[in-house]
């Protein structure tokens, strides 16, 4: 009986010690801090960049007869 009892806390030491894996949790930090840092300076870039007026043009609505007039930039 004590024999399987030191087999089991034996096992339950082993998983304990893969759950500190420090290593791992430090590059998934240093990983998820890139990562926040790549988007913010994404977003920088994009909110930089001048963008051009759009203009839409409703594809479900009713004309009629005619066409509307050729839209020209």
């Known amino acids: 009986m ?3 009892d030191e087999k089991y806390r034996e096992r339950w030491r082993d998983r304990r010690k893969r759950a500190y ?3 791992k949790l430090l590059i ?3 990983a998820l801090a890139a990562l ?3 988007m913010n300076r994404l977003n920088r870039v994009a909110n930089s960049v001048p963008q051009a007026p759009t ?3 409703d594809s479900t609505a009713v004309y009629g ?3 509307p007039a050729a839209v020209t930039p």
């Open 2 to 4: 004590n024999d399987l």
């Open 21 to 23: 894996n420090w290593k």
């Open 28 to 30: 998934m930090v240093l």
């Open 36 to 38: 926040l840092i790549l």
């Open 55 to 57: 203009e839409f043009i």
């Open 65 to 67: 007869d005619s066409l």
